[in-house]
């Protein structure tokens, strides 16, 4: 069927209609136009995925719906906003109106879980990738930053660490996993991460600083201590490791995943001593884990990493596409 | 010089500091933060640009910097916004550090001219591309959307057309100019459009719709009239065609090109009677022409062409790069 770009975006894209009170315009005019929220900050993140690099090129189209929104999703968590729109610019080798289909339907069913709205993008013709622009609120003073971090807080990481880096070695055979509960539940979590919007909600003006995990524990966590200016001791022994993780490959790996993996999607935050209390009410009936592995240590004492109160070295660095020697356990 | 994702952006784009009261924070955390204007629309528009499709794989990054943030301005202009704040997300084959330069040099020069703030995006490996989400604000009540246009409204068009398309036929080698003054002016209309903003601004509030010229006069002026529920007549004899254009092809060909050629980036735009008076007032001191080229009809009128007030038939569509036997004069 021939289908050209303003069929595609009636089609595929334009079928929420103003589903938000906010938006004056949505898709279909030179711009969206959007009524401003008072005494809130406008919080804006834009992720690219490109085939090949961010995904691998044999994705089903509706896990591709998902993540794109879900990696989106991850920076305002991070920053403890409340996701409010989302722009989406569409590059396609060509129309395949049943990759469309099940790309958009997933798409919408993120959108409509967290009351979004798309307002607007682009549909070009080229090699398959996908640039979200999110948009999303927080009240003035609440917001999350890199730099708050300071002596003596608390490092505290969400959920479990290491799975998605897992699912993919699967995905890529690079691991192989007997158990068929144990593999869907890693695939899962590399194909399906899960925002932490809640969490990052819930530890807004509790927590000093926060990053989301995209590139992995080490390397994110380096940039609140850039920010920051600070050092910081972080005890393996601590890490959360889901029991499939552990189940799948020895120690030292599941560690290296934990560590350098990436693509987590979980919050890595700060907490002052006198906090800790009021975070835990904050989180537990999130039902999801929240544990603190490590504290902040002066500038000058670096990157400390503790396995059982012994120093341990690691050479391990998050994920760079464009350094050389990439690691093995991203797509391509 | 081997260069990672962040040392890209340390070094090529993150050279503003904070330019702009209303960005608490820029590039560099999870999500800029930005400050809202009140009483004011956020207008917010994407555009892709993938090399081949929307632009020559040859082009020089200096023009590729000026044309991908011109034609996202022209979408603010169209609108009647005020440019403020715009993300990036830029996909590359490799880093050429020479090209980065070039590119970054010419981007921030349009940031500055306009006082906008680059405030985040992405820097990714893959198949040359970009996607540019922009910002800008409009007074409440003073935005130009598309669906105002009522019968007897006059429509207008700024500039010049044709000439983008006549440029890019130059540079294709599918049009021979031999006065190097008017091949170098065919050639930047294409390269460096001039959006419209400062016309879009004075137009607010005057106009009754709006749109900026990126497929073709023919092909955006139906996306008025299908809004509007309207018909149109268009004068073809009024239209205004540049001495180079004219010069350099047959009458035919350049009102080819002025109806269908695309990537013009002027503005069309549709007034009531008792407001042309004021339209003059407004826009005769930015020095680019504006001129009415017919009028607004009943919906069953259809869209009607005149030559001398002479009915012509024209199969011209506007540009899409996902329908068949998209149009010559369009790179690729």
Redesign the interface.
Known sequence: M?????D?IARYFNRQGNSRKDV??GI??????????EK???????????????FLPDINPADLGYKSLAVNLS??A??G?DPA?V???L?LPS?DETWLKSFSDSFFSVLDYYGMQL?????????L?L?L?I??W?PVGK?L???GARIGNWIYVTGWLGDSAAGLAILQNRLSVEDDEVRDYLVKRHLRPQPRILMGLGIRQLATS???LSDGLISDLKHILK?SKCGAKIHLDRLVLSDALKSSCSREQALTWALSGGEDYELCFTVAEENRGMIDTALTDLGIPFTCIGQIMPEHTGFQLCDNNQPVSLDLSGY?????GSQENHAC
Chains 1, 2 share one sequence.
């Open positions: 021939s289908c050209g770009e303003f595609i004056r315009l279909g005019d030179d711009c969206a136009l959007l009524i401003p929220a809130q900050y406008l919080a804006i993140s834009t992720d690219t995925l490109v085939s090949g690099i961010h920076d305002l991070a920053m906003a729109w722009s989406l610019a590059t129309i307002i607007g993008g682009d549909t070009t013709k080229g090699p990738s640039t622009t948009n999303g927080i917001e930053t890199r730099s926060a990053i989301d920010a760079d596409h464009f350094a050389s």
